[in-house]
C-alpha cells in the first residue's frame, strides 16, 4: 500500500528537529504532561507546547485528559510508515550489495585461477 505523501513529509519534518525526536524518545517510556515533557529542556512550557503541536500535526503524538492534566501519547503508525518506506531503499541497496559482492567474488575467482 502506497504512503500518503504529505503524511510522510509532515512525519521527515517533525523528526528533523532534535527537540522533537527526544521528546518522542521521552514518549516511548510512556504517557506524559507537558510539564513533565518540559522538564529536560532549556526552554519554555510554550516553546515545548509549539513542538508538541507539530509532532502531533504529523500524528505522531496525541493528547488526551487525565483528571486536570493534558497528557501527551505517542501515536505508532505513521513511524511504521515511515520505516516502511525507508525499508524499500534498504532493500533495493541491499540487492546491489549482494550482487556486487558477487561481481567482486567472481573476480577474485578469475584471479585466482590464473
Same mark, same amino acid.
Given at each position: 500500500?502506497?504512503?500518503?505523501?504529505?503524511?510522510?513529509?509532515?512525519?521527515?519534518?517533525?523528526?528533523?528537529?532534535?527537540? *522533537?525526536?527526544?521528546?518522542?524518545?521521552?514518549? @516511548?517510556?510512556?504517557?506524559?504532561?507537558?510539564?513533565?515533557?518540559?522538564?529536560?529542556?532549556?526552554?519554555?512550557?510554550?516553546?515545548?507546547?509549539?513542538?508538541?503541536?507539530?509532532?502531533?500535526?504529523?500524528?505522531?503524538?496525541? *493528547?488526551?485528559?487525565?483528571?486536570?492534566?493534558?497528557?501527551? *501519547?505517542?501515536?505508532?503508525?505513521? @513511524?511504521?510508515?515511515?520505516?516502511?518506506?525507508? /525499508?524499500?531503499? *534498504?532493500?533495493?541497496? /541491499?540487492?546491489?550489495?549482494?550482487?556486487?559482492?558477487?561481481?567482486? /567474488?567472481?573476480?577474485?575467482?578469475?584471479?585466482?585461477? /590464473?
Amino acid at each position: 500500500m502506497p504512503i500518503a505523501t504529505q503524511q510522510l513529509n509532515d512525519t521527515f519534518a517533525a523528526l528533523a528537529d532534535p527537540t *522533537r525526536r527526544a521528546i518522542l524518545g521521552r514518549l @516511548m517510556d510512556g504517557d506524559a504532561s507537558v510539564a513533565e515533557l518540559t522538564r529536560p529542556f532549556a526552554m519554555s512550557q510554550p516553546a515545548i507546547s509549539k513542538h508538541l503541536s507539530t509532532l502531533e500535526r504529523a500524528g505522531l503524538v496525541s *493528547r488526551h485528559r487525565d483528571a486536570q492534566r493534558r497528557m501527551c *501519547r505517542l501515536e505508532a503508525t505513521p @513511524m511504521a510508515e515511515a520505516v516502511a518506506w525507508l /525499508e524499500g531503499y *534498504r532493500e533495493h541497496w /541491499e540487492t546491489n550489495y549482494r550482487r556486487l559482492d558477487a561481481l567482486l /567474488e567472481q573476480m577474485q575467482t578469475t584471479t585466482d585461477d /590464473e
